[in-house]
Nanobody, 125 residues
Framework: QLQASGGGSVQPGGSLRLSCAAS????????MGWLRQAPGKEREFVAA????????YYTASVKGRFAISRDNALNTVYLQMNSLKPEDTAVYYCAASKNKYDSATYYRHADYDYWGQGTLVTVSS
């Protein structure tokens, strides 16, 4: 089970840190991703961290503002979100992928094997 948390309401320009904790799984054994779904839109890729930790990937709209990381000791993956914009409003999902290679794809829903329940982020003044 993956459990996402840390969502909430924030003003434009603010920051949030999302966490993804796992029970029954060791997240260091997976590549990890964050995807989001805005109201009325399809789920889209946000960020990914490969199994090796050697590569991170971001969708263009969040590059330079968001950062994905993991703490293996806490079995937790994070998404630090800075300079938030209203268009970042969405339900954010963490997901685990069995892909082992940095060169694998991580931007598709089908790239992930396990999903958390989502946490809502609202950016509004």
């Amino acid at each position: 089970q993956l459990q996402a948390s840390g969502g909430g309401s924030v003003q434009p320009g603010g920051s949030l840190r999302l966490s993804c904790a796992a029970s029954g799984r060791t997240l260091s054994s997976y590549a990890m991703g964050w995807l989001r779904q805005a109201p009325g839109k399809e789920r889209e890729f946000v960020a990914a961290l490969t199994l090796s930790g050697g590569s991170t990937y971001y969708t263009a709209s969040v590059k330079g503002r968001f950062a994905i990381s993991r703490d293996n000791a806490l079995n937790t993956v994070y998404l630090q979100m800075n300079s938030l914009k209203p268009e970042d409003t969405a339900v954010y999902y963490c997901a685990a992928s069995k892909n082992k290679y940095d060169s694998a794809t991580y931007y598709r829903h089908a790239d992930y094997d396990y999903w958390g329940q989502g946490t809502l982020v609202t950016v509004s003044s």
